[in-house]
């Protein structure tokens, strides 16, 4: 709504009604300001505010009278703008200023009826309508807006405020990650040596070697989180670097695949990969970060799909727009549980994680198994870092139909390494070594 939208009223000069309203101050104004002074939703009820409110009702009285003598609401206007300016920052809402107009018609009103003949007061009431039609307008106006205003404000300090926590809580992962680096390698460091002396001393002791399995695997799980912390805090801190390289697309998926094979058999889960379009080929990427992308996708799948269910990865080939190179879509496609559709705007969170995490078990492989969240999180960084997209697609979430989720992964198929900026900047392109790809 802008100051154009305000109704247009047809106001003609009164003088003889001016000088009546203005006869009849002191009979209007005082129970008026009563009447108004009900709504202020403020507790107290101090002189001074009693005051200041008082002589912003004479201002508006006065502007009212002045729009009756000369035809204009110039400075019924400035008096509105002054009552709206003050009163909203002490929480008047725009109900109270309707009520506000109202109050000083329902005083204009009676006075009129003691005062004038039944006529002569519908008369004067007739005529001062068009004022009050004009004052509700502007009222309204005046305060909406400042309402959007002070709205824009809240969402300005509201956005500020989640920066500054994602911001916190980036900083937590990185110094945690970091500061998880030590003990972990001291605990890995005692292990080894355990196990040296185990295997000198202790062959005929299969407790304490299982204790010690379990100790170097515990410590291999939590290695494995402070690389996904880190490369969290690479992510957020945008300093992820790419080692792009030739990467055959195929070959890198079925090698995640073959690594994953073991869990997938324990959950009785079948892995097909279709056949990749010919015109795939090799693209240049990060193949450890490529890799990465698709070990979490694709043991994510494993995760949320029943025992006895499957997974299909295929491939086809985009067209690019001119000038831009065509793109690779990789899908895993699952048929497991789903994903509800108010989270999927969510799922490549940090630490995002669906359902009940108290339902969930610990372990990385078992149905639901329990994870640090991050997954997901890292692919999005690294695809979006090739310059490429990744969304998720499911019908919804269901444990018994299983209705499944297909992820879409989108990778530019670049034949040459993409340009880095630093390299621009330091003029370093030109000592690349030329490209072996067709």
Known sequence: MTASDITAYTLRPDAKLAAWLRHQERAIVPPWIKMAQKVSPTEYRGVSTRRLESAQLLDFFDGLVEAVQRGNTISLDKAIEGLVAERLGRGYKLTDFLWIADALKVSIWRT????????????????????????VSRLAWLASRAAEAHLEEELERTRW????????????ISIAAHELKTPLTLIQGYSSILFSELERHGKDNPRLHNALQGLVRGAERLHAIIRDMIDVSMIDSNVLTLNYQPVNLVALVRMVVSDLKKEAVDRDVAIRIAPFPEEV???????????????????????????????????????????TPDFVEVRVADTGIGIPPEDLPYIFDKFYRIGDTDLHSTGKTKFKGGGPGLGLAIAKGVIEAHGGRIWAESPGYDEERCPGTTMHILLPLHRQPP??????????????PPSKLD
């Not at 405020?161 to 937590?172: H, I, P, Q, V």
């Not at 043991?299 to 949320?304: L, V």
């Not at 340009?419 to 690349?432: F, N, P, Q, V, Y």
């Open 112 to 135: 009129a009826r003691k005062a004038l003949p039944a006529d002569r007061a519908l008369d004067a009431l007739e005529k001062l309508e068009p004022i009050f039609a004009h004052s």
């Open 161 to 172: 405020n989640l920066a500054r926590l994602d911001r916190t809580k980036s900083d937590f």
């Open 281 to 323: 080929g090799s693209l240049f990427g990060d193949p450890h970060r490529l890799y990465q992308v698709f070990n979490n996708v694709i043991g994510n799948a494993i995760k949320y799909t029943p025992d006895g269910g499957q997974i299909t990865v295929d491939a086809r080939v985009l067209p690019g727009r001119e000038g």
């Open 419 to 432: 340009e880095r900026a630093s390299e621009r900047l330091l003029g370093l392109e030109a000592d690349r």
